[in-house]
């Protein structure tokens, strides 16, 4: 028996909108909107494309690839329930595709528990790739990693 | 300058001010902003009666009516001015305009709150916002911790910043601190830069000593029209320029290639704001006296004062640090000890930046005791909030800069 997953999920705004990009992870694919008319990239999801006021938007999976645009080391989480988890990263990814997403920086070397240095493999604008994690059986959350060499 | 603008056509002639303290027990959140509506109408020489438009600023402008009966007021208006922490100088926008157009002739503006009606922070972020289904799973922390933290980074990463440059400007404002008797700090002792760099991490690269301490107050201030001002008891402080932007929710997710969205993370939206503020007065970076800008940390303080044209952009850090920003000093910024040692003002839905416009009209008036800056007639006020997504910047002055 494991313990239960006690931190947020995800507060899906309009589940409309958002659930092909929460299924798409759950199959263990990072999937992002398109607008069909201009072909630009969206993130976040929505109804309407924030370049041409587009309506037709399709949902269409990536490589999940892309840089660390930036990130922050959190020692004092606001939820109680990462309390377990710091230090821990919070990271802005920007992906091939040209949007910024906010994810989770995972799979890195130890860092302190008081004050840096950071590691070396928390570097901004190094090339990161997106793993995914199981938090329940009804969820999971696309998180990223350093790439490594070979 | 536009011939039709409201460039000297309103003045702040009364303000009151309560100090910002940690807590108010016993004290409910509109009885503190009537408080500081008493204090202010007093401070302009006037009776309640007078007051014909009542503009709540922040989250308190649902409550405009609320405030209005609370207060037993007359007029018309009872209105809302809601721009995250910007919202102090989208309410004196708001209340020049109802004064130059003659739609009120004494406007009581205020803001305020204790910290005691269960508003605790750190906390998630609350209600509806564009990204947070994305966000609370990753034990994001306050959307505006994280924001600036990562722009931060980003800081560092493109321009070199150091967290010695932005400690240097936290030992200048608690400096300031110690002269006024309104900071949450003022009895708290100087501090070093090396004080700065031990406090512990609260989310890296930010030191506790670098986030400012939350705080309850309220500040509230009467505008009238220009031609009004000369009849109130103290010195008028006149509305030289305005300016205000808000590029969006949860600017670190801004997509590129929106053109007239600027994807920089490094980039505040005081490029527009102070812009827009500068082109109404007629006066550019250089002209200032003294500022008050927003300063919940160091690093948004230099980034905007790199927006508002003070120095060229990514050289905020090196010019804080060779700039004394004292009261006494070659340019000073923030003479009561800004949000960073005067503590942020945190009530329901904050309009943080209040604190900034009290301490502005203080000194132009030539009122701010040991902390006065010789020959102080013209003062930008830059505001910020929800994490770089807002900024309003005001250009206040003396007679003289008419």
């Known amino acids: 028996m494991t313990t239960p997953y006690n931190k947020p999920l995800p507060n899906v705004y309009n589940a409309e909108v958002s659930r092909p990009y929460w299924e798409a992870a759950k199959r263990h694919e990072l999937a992002l909107q398109r607008c069909k008319p201009c072909g630009r990239w969206v993130w976040f999801p929505r109804e ?9 938007l399709e949902w269409v999976p990536t490589a999940g690839k892309g840089r660390l645009y930036s990130y922050t080391i959190v020692y004092q989480p606001a939820s109680p329930s990462f309390n377990g988890d710091v230090p821990y990263v919070n990271c802005v990814v920007l992906l091939n595709e040209g949007v910024r997403i906010n994810t989770m920086l995972v799979d890195h070397s130890p860092i302190g528990q008081n004050v840096p240095p950071v590691p070396d493999d928390i570097k901004i604008d190094m090339p990161v790739e997106v793993v995914f994690d ?4 009804e969820w999971t959350l696309p998180k990223f990693r350093p790439v490594r060499e070979g | 300058m536009a011939e039709e603008s409201l460039r000297g056509e309103a003045s702040i002639i009364g303000i009151g001010d309560l100090p910002r303290q940690r807590s108010w027990p016993g004290k409910s959140s509109l009885g503190l902003c009537a408080e500081a509506s008493k204090a202010a109408i007093e401070d ?3 009776q309640k009666e007078h007051i014909d438009a009542l503009v709540c600023i922040g989250g308190a402008g649902e409550n405009a009516g609320s405030l209005k009966f609370y207060l037993g007021l007359g007029g018309n208006f009872a209105i809302g001015a809601t721009m995250g922490g910007t919202s102090p100088l989208v309410g004196l926008a708001v209340a020049s305009s109802l004064v130059a157009y003659g739609m009120a002739k004494y406007v009581l503006a205020v803001y305020g709150g204790g910290r ?11 209600g509806w916002s564009l990204g947070q289904e994305f966000e609370d799973p990753y034990g ?22 150091t967290a010695e440059q932005m400690a240097a400007y936290a030992v200048n404002t608690r400096f300031n601190a110690l002269k006024n008797p309104l900071a949450v700090m003022a009895n708290e002792g100087a501090i070093t ?3 700065v760099l031990n406090s512990p991490m609260v989310v890296e690269p930010l030191h506790s000593l670098e986030c400012a301490p939350l705080v309850g107050g309220a500040c509230a201030f009467v505008v ?5 001002a000369d009849a109130a008891p103290h010195r008028p402080v006149y509305v030289i320029g305005l300016g205000a932007s808000t590029p969006g929710d949860t600017p670190y997710l801004k997509n590129e290639g929106i053109e007239y969205i600027d994807p920089r993370l490094t980039l505040t939206p005081t490029v527009w704001s102070a812009k827009d503020a500068c082109e109404m007065a007629g006066y550019s970076a250089r002209d200032m006296d003294l500022l008050q800008f927003h300063d919940r940390y160091p690093i948004l303080a230099a980034a905007s004062l790199e927006d508002a044209g003070f120095c060229k952009k990514g050289e905020g850090g090196a010019f804080l640090a060779a700039t004394d920003t004292t009261y006494k000093g070659t340019l000073p910024i923030n003479t009561d000890g800004g949000q960073l040692s005067g503590g942020r003002l945190d009530a329901i839905q904050g309009a943080s930046g209040a604190p900034h416009l009290m301490e502005a009209v203080r000194q132009l008036r030539g009122e701010a005791g040991e902390r006065q800056v010789e020959d102080a007639n013209l003062c930008m006020v830059n505001m910020a909030g929800d994490g770089l997504s807002k900024s309003s910047t005001a250009i206040l002055g003396t007679d003289e800069t008419l």
Not at chain 1, 134 to 137: A, E, F, M, R, S
Not at chain 2, 116 to 126: A, I, K, T
Not at chain 2, 224 to 228: I, L, V
Request: hydrophobic content about 35%; some cysteine; aromatic content about 8%.
């Open chain 1, 48 to 56: 309407i494309c924030p370049f041409c006021l587009s309506q037709d």
């Open chain 1, 134 to 137: 199981d938090v329940t059986p």
């Open chain 2, 140 to 161: 994001v922390y306050t959307i505006e911790d994280l924001t600036l933290a990562m722009m931060y980074n980003r800081h560092m990463h493109e321009f070199g910043t």
């Open chain 2, 116 to 126: 005691d009606e269960g508003n605790p922070m750190p906390r998630l972020r609350q």
């Open chain 2, 193 to 195: 830069v090396q004080d």
């Open chain 2, 224 to 228: 009238s029209s220009a031609e009004n």
């Open chain 2, 44 to 46: 302009a020489g006037l």
